[in-house]
């Protein structure tokens, strides 16, 4: 009887992981596309609002169905991962939404939980290392994103400059690097070589530079007409 029991748990469990499974694939490419149209649409206009807002639920319901995939696989990897993406999106919508720039408790927790799963990235790339698992580069990139972006939005908000063009910057950043995280999740199902952590950092190598050229463009432009003033 027992025994018999423990395989219907063991099946549910399965069961569980599939459904959960498939919502984060849906999620996901829901998420990519509407990042599409929210680059590709005129910033500010409806249809960029709207596919900036599905994106965000995109993004949520990733995050809410990798925990508990990473808690029954007991994945602290994808954990952390997730808590990484989920924060993009949420802080890339906080700063579009939040014109006055003035933090509250929850952006100020978003903040710590994102710099504590960066240090949980260091910490577990130095466990896959001792025990010779490439993934461990993986962890560290993602580890110093964590704690980079979440130092530059806590600053943000501490020295009251998320406002302007700045809010913008913030918006377009978190926001493109939530994208960078959808990518990576699709390359990374099935690489088409070895070794895989480099499928896992390429989109943010070919994608960043592109990022801090479009900030330098958005804050060169607020600059211009300041002193044009």
């Known amino acids: 009887m027992t025994l018999h029991l423990n395989r219907q748990e063991l099946l549910s469990g399965n069961e569980m992981m599939q459904i959960l499974l498939l919502i984060h694939i849906l999620a996901g490419i829901i998420a990519l596309t509407s990042a599409a149209l929210a680059v590709l649409s005129e910033k500010g ?4 609002v709207l596919s900036g807002r599905t994106y965000f639920w995109g993004m949520a319901t990733i995050f809410l169905t990798a925990i508990p995939m990473s808690i029954i696989s007991s994945n602290i990897f994808l954990f952390l991962i997730a808590i990484f993406s989920f924060y993009l999106a949420f802080a890339g919508m ?3 939404r939040n014109r006055k720039g003035v933090a509250t ?10 710099i504590f799963s960066g240090i949980g990235m260091w910490v577990l790339a130095a466990i896959y ?6 993934q ?6 993602f580890g110093f994103l964590s704690i980079t972006l979440g130092y530059a939005d806590f600053r943000s908000y501490k020295n009251n400059s998320a406002t302007g063009k700045e809010r913008i910057s913030r918006h377009l ?7 960078i995280a959808v990518i990576t999740a699709v390359l990374v199902v099935n690489p088409p070589f070895e070794p895989e952590w480099v499928w896992w950092v390429l989109p943010t190598a070919l ?9 330098r463009k958005v804050l060169k432009c607020s600059s211009n007409k300041s002193n044009a003033k």
């Open 105 to 114: 408790i929850l952006d100020w927790i978003a903040i710590c939980l994102l």
């Open 129 to 134: 290392f001792l025990n010779s698992n490439t």
């Open 173 to 179: 950043t978190n926001m493109m690097g939530g994208t």
């Open 207 to 215: 994608i960043v530079p592109f990022i801090v050229w479009w900030n």
């Open 136 to 141: 461990y580069i993986v962890l560290l990139v």
């Open 94 to 96: 906080r700063f579009a």
């Open 45 to 48: 206009k409806r249809l960029h």
